[in-house]
């Protein structure tokens, strides 16, 4: 069966009331797992460079992201484990898996203790080897996206989660992502690592509606993870790159056809071969200055010093 995350993210507006909506809804769409974001605004890291970009010679070289303005963001958005409890439970009664992406390697143990048995790493996470380390064989399934990683930091993560059931997911970490810029072959070379090779999808719904979806499960996807909204797209940040229930419902039944049926669906997407693109990817310079940025946006702060996921053992 194929599995549909419904990624929550931020999209709640740290609301409760339009989370529990978000999970109900989610389920109803058909959604095998909804998902959350564990992210402390506390974890967020000061770096001096992208308090006003940096431009080299005429060209960008660090993006603008002053810190003041996102920690006040975040602050506004998170949810302590309180509500990561009621996430919990509320997942169970709509029938529903919870799952969380957790961003610095301090919160891991209260994640594990919460009672989470599957779990997400980020793209810029997956060449964090440590964080893969402390995590492994604590969870029953690791969904590992790998946008913004290097093929040879692919493959170290892929070994040292050999022992343990994982998802690898083709991503791309441009938002929106343009869909020439897709490459869903990529899915191939993910497939070698693992039978559980799948796509986070970054697209526009309202420009290219569900067709990347359909042909990534066409390329035999078995994971599609979505961001979702309940909310008009412009009441989040993250609400352009979000389907609605409607459109969840649609992947959900999508995701459902044989390969011969899908095959007819694709005779319709006139752009379905740009979406293909290449099995091997360098990092595009956009992909490279978002990596810059956020692998290394949140870490741990033990005894005043910040530790990044990918330092220590």
């Not at 692919?154 to 994982?166: P, V």
């Not at 509606?209 to 309940?230: C, Q, S, Y």
């Amino acid at each position: 069966m194929t599995k549909i995350i419904a990624e929550l993210c931020q999209n709640h507006n740290g609301d409760v009331n339009i989370l529990k909506d978000m999970i109900w809804s989610a389920a109803d769409s058909g959604a095998t797992h909804a998902k959350i974001q564990t992210i402390f605004s506390e974890d967020l890291t000061f770096r001096e460079r992208f308090e006003n970009g940096i431009t080299t010679d005429g060209v960008l070289t660090s993006i603008k992201r002053p810190y003041s303005l996102e920690h006040e963001r975040l602050s506004k958005l998170e949810i302590g484990f309180d509500i990561h409890t009621l996430f919990i439970d509320e997942c169970s009664a709509a029938g529903i898996i919870p799952l969380t992406t957790v961003f610095s390697r301090s919160r891991l143990e209260s994640i594990i203790n919460l009672g989470f048995k599957e779990i997400k790493i980020a793209s810029y996470d997956c060449a964090s080897f440590p964080l893969i380390n402390d995590l492994k064989n604590k969870f029953n399934h690791i969904y590992v996206s790998t946008g913004a990683t290097h093929d040879n930091e692919i493959e170290t993560t892929a070994d040292l989660l050999k022992d343990q059931n994982f998802s690898f997911l083709h991503c791309v970490t441009i938002y929106p992502t343009p869909v020439n810029k897709l490459n869903l072959n990529r899915i191939d070379y993910l497939r070698q690592f693992t039978d559980y090779a799948g796509f986070s999808d970054h697209t526009s719904p309202e420009q290219n509606g569900l067709d990347p979806d359909i042909v990534a499960l066409w390329k035999g996807a078995n994971v599609i993870e979505r961001h979702f909204t309940i909310l008009d797209p412009s009441q989040t940040k993250d609400g352009p790159v979000s389907v609605n229930p409607e459109q969840l419902k649609n992947i959900v039944e999508y995701s459902k056809m044989k390969s011969d049926e899908l095959s007819e669906l694709i005779k319709n997407i006139p752009d379905y071969y740009d979406m293909l693109g290449s099995k091997t990817h360098t990092l595009s310079e956009e992909e490279l200055l978002n990596r810059d940025y956020y692998r290394g946006r949140f870490a741990s702060k033990i005894n005043e010093k910040t530790i990044y996921n990918w330092e220590g053992s």
